[in-house]
């Protein structure tokens, strides 16, 4: 039996919503207003990259008290949608009811989604990670009653094989979840991969039928303080539901040298990671409605991008880090695979920068990723005169390589040739920092 008590007041504030920017069309007039020497390289570098328009696939619901899995009828987009929405194509009627499921006594406010695969370890190792979850969860609920949480568990799949193994652990893991905490209302989402956007966009999917107000999303590789979901919550919620939080990163090396050497860079250099993250980030709603376009791999580019505001005092004002909701992640890994993880890292700047507003993309590239490289931005002086010239040198070689790729892109698309997906890059060995690790640092 359902109550009639209406639900907690977690709408956003009265007053006019953030700007969400969307990316230009080729043709924009907002494109035909810009300089030739930026509006010729930023359409040649948008063609050089031409993905499928959407991430959508079948997705299957599994519930704590259902046997199987409920079916998303799945399949190739055929909405012909212009703005290359990203749902997972599961049935509306299907979306409904799983979210009338999941709505009991108190509506959700908020949805969790705790994205991973088969491959990404053993049922063991994934159970460990859902109970820190859940206790992150618990301590959410205890302080901030009156914005209660939705839990979705992605497990995603590439052969029918995992896919048989990945129902048989999104049973196990949310009947861990129900056990555990019983009021929690818990979905899990089996779907092919790869590509974390295919596992928030169906979460997003059945969050939006909820009425949620904010979705988020928590890393199966990183280590969350005590505390630091109910942070981050807490400035969600004093923000009026707008915008994004995310945590503060901190960063541990692991036990190859290009870990270390990664790790020493970015301490002097600063990169872009003055916006929360991916990793662990709270997001309203509207800023990700319809879900992440297939085009945007970076599921933190997508956010960041859509609510940078130049015309703020504050250009980042809607993007906040949390300063005591903090989340420890190992820097880097072997060779080879940190080598395809940064270009990865780096096609998605470079489509970024070359599909969003040009006022946009410029304070993107000015001011987070490469402040600090003199004498094309400015002179990072804060930390001292050998500080500053530290990182002018590392941010010049990384733009060395940025440039690489981006002319790879550029050529791409004057040639009509285009890269036609991004390919992900994780690392093979997965471990979170332990208290041991975070001690070190």
Not at 343 to 355: M, S
Request: proline share 10%.
């Amino acid at each position: 039996m359902t109550s009639d008590a209406p639900g907690p007041d977690t709408r956003p504030r009265p007053g006019p919503p953030p700007r969400l920017n969307t990316p230009l069309p080729a043709r924009s007039p907002a494109r035909r207003a810009e300089p030739w020497w930026l509006r010729h390289p930023r359409r040649a570098m948008a063609r050089g990259f031409r993905p499928p328009p959407s991430w959508a696939v079948p997705v299957r619901h599994v519930l704590p008290d259902d046997d199987g899995g409920r079916d998303g009828q799945g399949g190739q987009d055929a909405s012909g949608a212009p703005d290359g929405t990203g749902r997972t194509l599961a049935a509306p009627d299907e979306v409904r009811a799983v979210a009338a499921a999941l709505r009991r006594e108190v509506p959700p406010a908020l949805a969790l989604v705790a994205p991973t695969y088969v491959a990404r370890g053993t049922l063991a190792e994934q159970e460990q990670r859902l109970d820190a979850l859940l206790d992150q969860l618990a301590k959410a609920g205890a302080t901030h009653p009156e914005a209660p949480f939705a839990l979705f568990v992605g497990m995603q799949w590439s052969c029918a094989e995992e896919e048989r193994e990945a129902l048989r652990r999104l049973r196990a893991l949310v009947g861990r979840a129900r056990d555990r905490l019983p009021r929690l209302p818990v979905c899990g989402l089996s779907l092919p991969g790869p590509g974390k956007p295919r596992t928030l966009n169906a979460a997003i999917e059945v969050a939006e039928a909820l009425g949620c107000v904010g979705v988020g999303w928590v890393d199966d590789d990183v280590t969350l303080d005590e505390g630091c979901l109910a942070r981050l919550t807490r400035d969600f919620l004093a923000a009026g539901c707008r915008g994004a939080m995310g945590a503060t990163k901190v960063p541990h090396t692991k036990e190859f040298a290009t870990s270390r050497l990664l790790a020493r860079a970015k301490a002097v250099a600063a990169p872009a990671t003055t916006y929360p993250h991916g990793c662990c980030i709270l997001v309203a709603t509207d800023v990700v409605s319809g879900g992440l376009p297939g085009r945007y791999v970076s599921d933190d580019g997508y956010v960041c991008f859509r609510l940078l505001d130049p015309d703020l005092p504050d250009p980042l004002a809607r993007l906040r880090l949390v300063p005591d909701a903090r989340c420890h992640y190992f820097v880097a890994g072997p060779a080879g695979e940190t080598r395809r993880r940064i270009r990865r890292l780096l096609l998605n700047h470079l489509v970024d920068l070359a599909d969003w507003p040009l006022p946009v993309a410029r304070y993107y590239f000015r001011h987070v990723l490469f402040s600090g490289l003199w004498p094309l931005t400015g002179f990072d002086g804060s930390r001292g005169l050998r500080h500053g010239v530290r990182k002018a040198a590392v941010k010049w070689l990384y733009f060395a390589w940025f440039a690489g790729v981006g002319a790879e892109l550029y050529l791409r698309g004057l040639a009509g040739r285009p890269l036609r997906r991004i390919e992900w890059a994780p690392y093979s060995a997965v471990r979170t920092p332990s208290p041991a690790d975070q001690e070190r640092r």
